[in-house]
């Protein structure tokens, strides 16, 4: 594994589901969350790094009663924890406590690490903040979405504009030092107006983090079903509330580090840096996706399938994609240009041994003309209207 480890943990129970959401989550029920977070550290506890050049997918997993067996020395080191969802707020507390207990036996946590969690801002009151404080979670990342009611209610969300702000003062007030807000454009009936309200609520709290981004309409939603392929604010507003959502952060203080994503400095999100930059994750849970060396692997998407094979001991990972040197060299580009300071052509050189420019130079130079891509002494970089057309661009490098 290259340098420090990432590590996803996906609970997939909500509420409610949002009209917008296809991921892989649903509502929950008592019996089905404590089955699920049995498996889950059952799944946690039995994974052992594999020996990814076998390709052997038995070699994820050791039997449970050797956890305790590994000593420091032996345990992968991870320096970023993501709980993600679905809602995993709506977890009662000792839940997320026996997850990181599970997690602290078979890996070695940075002292520094980055530990968050996802919270919907109806789920979490002030005592699940402090204890979030005390199990090691040093990071919140509120799906606050709007400002206005009323799209919050048209987009499914079971929070009022009120109790997000009240939810990011209680964070604060239990100590959380470091809070990203998501925040959404294009949402159906939003205007120009509302959504620059959107923008200066979430100025004025003041977060560490603002992930900003426009709404996608995803097959198989219900949103699909009312809008189908025509977007519910059109083109231009969208274009106009991308600029704005610039224009205003960096006004606010925020640098823009990714495509979709705003910092304070020394506040960029480090897991999700990981994933732009090519580096090695494991993922837990259902659905969960892991990176290691250049193999893919993924869970089992199903919940009955995932938490029956998990409590009879059976594998529930399977390899998902073996990149080849071709795909990886494109991956360097088509997930490290989304982030402003761009790619490195020393690293692309240690880690590829070949030169970017021999490989891609054609594609490079004529994007450099085309005013999309700026070159430095060591670095290729999107220019702002290279950000602003991004996906043309890292189309041309499939």
Same mark, same amino acid.
């Given at each position: 594994?290259?340098?420090?480890?990432?590590?996803? !943990?996906?609970?997939?129970?909500? !509420?409610?589901?949002?009209?917008?959401?296809?991921?892989?989550?649903?509502?929950?029920?008592?019996?089905?969350?404590?089955?699920?977070?049995?498996?889950?550290?059952?799944?946690?506890?039995?994974?052992?790094?594999?020996?990814?050049?076998?390709?052997?997918? =038995?070699?994820?997993?050791?039997?449970?009663?050797?956890?305790?067996?590994?000593?420091?020395?032996?345990?992968?080191?991870?320096?970023?924890?993501?709980?993600?969802?679905?809602?995993?707020?709506?977890?009662?507390?000792?839940?997320?406590?026996?997850?990181?207990?599970?997690?602290?036996?078979?890996?070695?946590?940075?002292?520094?690490?980055?530990?968050?969690?996802?919270?919907?801002?109806?789920?979490?009151?002030?005592?699940?903040?402090?204890?979030?404080?005390?199990?090691?979670?040093?990071?919140?990342?509120?799906?606050?979405?709007?400002? !206005?009611? %009323?799209?919050?209610?048209?987009?499914?969300?079971?929070?009022?504009?009120?109790?997000?702000?009240?939810?990011?003062?209680?964070?604060?007030? %239990?100590?959380?030092?470091?809070?990203?807000?998501?925040?959404?454009?294009?949402?159906?009936?939003?205007?120009?107006?509302?959504?620059?309200?959107?923008?200066?609520?979430?100025?004025?709290?003041?977060?560490?983090?603002?992930?900003?981004?426009?709404?996608?309409?995803?097959?198989?939603?219900?949103?699909? %079903?009312?809008?189908?392929?025509?977007?519910? !604010?059109?083109?231009?507003?969208?274009?106009?509330?991308?600029?704005?959502?610039?224009?205003?952060?960096?006004?606010?203080?925020?640098?823009?580090?990714?495509?979709?994503?705003?910092?304070?400095?020394?506040?960029?999100?480090?897991?999700?840096?990981?994933?732009?930059?090519?580096?090695?994750?494991?993922?837990?849970?259902?659905?969960?996706?892991?990176?290691?060396?250049?193999? =893919?692997?993924?869970?089992?998407?199903?919940?009955?399938?995932?938490?029956?094979?998990?409590?009879?001991?059976?594998?529930?990972?399977?390899?998902?994609?073996?990149?080849?040197?071709?795909?990886?060299?494109?991956?360097?580009?088509?997930?490290?240009?989304?982030?402003?300071?761009?790619?490195?052509?020393?690293?692309?050189?240690?880690?590829?041994?070949?030169?970017?420019?021999?490989?891609?130079?054609?594609?490079?130079?004529?994007?450099?003309?085309?005013?999309?891509?700026?070159?430095?002494?060591?670095?290729?970089?999107?220019?702002?209207?290279?950000?602003?057309?991004?996906?043309?661009?890292?189309?041309?490098?499939?």
């Amino acid at each position: 594994m290259r340098d420090k480890t990432g590590i996803y !943990v996906h609970i997939p129970f909500c !509420v409610q589901k949002c009209r917008y959401c296809d991921f892989l989550s649903f509502p929950s029920e008592r019996e089905g969350v404590s089955r699920y977070v049995d498996s889950l550290l059952r799944e946690i506890r039995s994974f052992r790094q594999p020996e990814v050049m076998a390709q052997d997918i =038995r070699s994820f997993y050791l039997p449970e009663e050797s956890a305790g067996c590994m000593d420091g020395s032996h345990k992968i080191e991870v320096d970023s924890v993501f709980i993600g969802g679905g809602t995993p707020s709506i977890l009662p507390v000792e839940h997320l406590e026996r997850i990181f207990g599970a997690l602290s036996e078979r890996f070695r946590l940075s002292e520094d690490a980055e530990i968050t969690v996802e919270c919907n801002p109806g789920t979490a009151g002030k005592e699940a903040f402090q204890a979030y404080r005390s199990i090691g979670i040093n990071r919140i990342s509120f799906g606050f979405q709007s400002a !206005v009611d %009323a799209e919050l209610k048209k987009l499914g969300r079971i929070h009022t504009a009120t109790e997000a702000e009240e939810a990011f003062w209680l964070a604060r007030q %239990a100590g959380f030092d470091n809070i990203n807000i998501d925040l959404m454009s294009a949402i159906p009936g939003q205007t120009l107006d509302s959504y620059r309200m959107t923008l200066g609520t979430a100025l004025a709290l003041n977060p560490q983090h603002i992930s900003a981004y426009s709404l996608i309409i995803e097959d198989g939603t219900p949103f699909y %079903a009312e809008y189908g392929e025509k977007p519910p !604010v059109d083109e231009d507003t969208d274009r106009e509330m991308y600029a704005m959502t610039k224009d205003l952060l960096a006004q606010g203080g925020y640098r823009r580090y990714e495509i979709s994503n705003y910092a304070k400095e020394g506040f960029s999100c480090r897991h999700n840096l990981k994933y732009w930059s090519g580096c090695d994750y494991i993922g837990f849970g259902l659905g969960a996706s892991s990176k290691i060396g250049n193999i =893919r692997y993924k869970n089992e998407t199903d919940i009955h399938t995932y938490t029956d094979k998990v409590q009879k001991g059976e594998n529930i990972t399977y390899i998902e994609e073996v990149l080849q040197p071709e795909d990886e060299m494109a991956e360097f580009f088509i997930l490290g240009l989304r982030k402003t300071e761009g790619v490195s052509r020393s690293e692309f050189a240690t880690r590829f041994s070949e030169d970017a420019m021999d490989r891609y130079g054609d594609l490079l130079l004529q994007c450099e003309q085309e005013g999309l891509l700026t070159f430095s002494a060591d670095r290729i970089a999107f220019t702002d209207r290279g950000l602003d057309v991004s996906n043309y661009v890292l189309c041309r490098f499939l």
